[in-house]
């Protein structure tokens, strides 16, 4: 059933005509997210400007139990905030203010619809460092970062969103507005509602305020690019790395395809003639960077190198990061569909990973690029292919349901940072098991007992 010209005429008296879209044509543009293949027309799309209109949103909609999709910049690669029909789209990018940057506690607070960029720059201004930086950080959302708890080139030494998340204000499914979290270091007073919230995709409340911690800006950083004439020599370097107890800021994979494409993108000179390549960055006092990256060096020759360059200045260094969170563009530009993956295993377990997701390539006939967090054992396997060709989708699945399959048999999980969503909630119940699956959906329904929120995502 269509919205009711009722919901949509109280929509606009809640928050302005001028902020409601119900026109096909505008429509459109909200029917899908960077998920390949999902795409569902929404009844209407809100742009709120304050955490009051979000709360009259949802008191409404629960009134009326109207679905509601909370959307950041709708970047995500799960089908998170992918419309459900007839449902409101809530989008945040209009509440984009930073509102406060508290030199004396080291944390800045922001609206949700706030780029990670934004963030990230504010934090620089200010002499600090916010790390995460997911690839997508120039569009994505602080909202749908918390919502996600995203990662990024930085996870492997400065960790996730979730740890720098001070304090949330959410506005739960019934219009209540809820604080959680403070300035404090320190505070075990009750359950932390907060690690809730993040990352439950927009399923248990909508995001209004969101308070990051920042640290002090790293002294010093060296930046480095190893090639390798086979993928499974940089998968050793960087078990052997990490084996080595060595945490640098990033180690971040390329395989043949991916340099390829990224250069033809990005063109920043990338050596073509390797079939891998690992992009590394050791960050803090000057004396443990120089010690740090010689090791990595050394570690890198000892697998068999075939380059180790260092860059010379930050304009390179810079370049070389950017080429790399372009890798999922740059791939995009070379087939219709480019279907993108994120299983995660143990790093001692990468090169086992990264050798059957090459075989499973094979096997299905399958052009892949594989690129990733892979010091945090996070690969991305990305399929090119194209969704007309059914025959071929099909094979694409068949080769997923393996790759997750041997990604849960080393230990690891289905998906590192972009979440379950609709891509992903086929296989969440054999990841998680029964216990988990039965207290997941007892939160939600408790949170959430109309089901307004984000339904169909995760579970059902
Ligand atoms: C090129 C590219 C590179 C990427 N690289 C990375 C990467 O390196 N690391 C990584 O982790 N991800 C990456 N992503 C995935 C994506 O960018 C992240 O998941 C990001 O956090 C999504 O932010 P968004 O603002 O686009 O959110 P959306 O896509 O709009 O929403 C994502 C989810 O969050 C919910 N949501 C959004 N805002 C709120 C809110 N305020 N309150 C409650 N729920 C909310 C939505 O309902 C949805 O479930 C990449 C994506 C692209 C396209």
Redesign the pocket.
Known sequence: MALSNDILSKLRDAIGANHVLTAKEDLIAYSF??TAALRQLPGCVVFAQTTAQVSTILELANATKTPV?????????????LPCPDCIV????Q?NRILELDRANLTLLAE??V??LAVADAAAGAGLFYP??????K???????????????R?LKYG??RNYVMGLE?VLPDGEILWTGNKCVKDVAGYSLRDL?VG?????????K?LLRLIPKPAAKRTMVATYADMGLAAQTVSDIIAAQIIPCTLEFLDRTTIHCVEDFAKVGLPLDCEALLLMETDGHPAAVAEEAERMEQLARKNGALEVRVARDDVEATKLATAR?????AL?RVAPTTILE?ATVPRSELVTMIRFVDTVAKKYQLRVGTFG?MGDGNLHPTFLTDERNQEEMHRVEEAFKEIFQEAIRLGGTIT????V?LAKKGILPKFAGDAQMRVMRELRRVLDPNRI??PG?MFD
């Open positions: 997210d960077g999709v909370t959307r950041g910049s709708g970047t995500g690669l799960s089908g998170g905030s809530l989008c945040l990018v509440m949700p619809g780029t990670t995460p930086d997911p690839g997508s950080m569009i994505s959302t602080i909202g749908g970062n918390v919502a996600e708890n995203s990662g990024g080139l996870g996730i969103t959410v919230f439950s995709e927009g399923t248990l409340g909508v995001t209004t969101v969170r372009s890798a999922f563009s995009a994120d967090h590192g940072e972009h979440g969503g929120l984000n995502k």
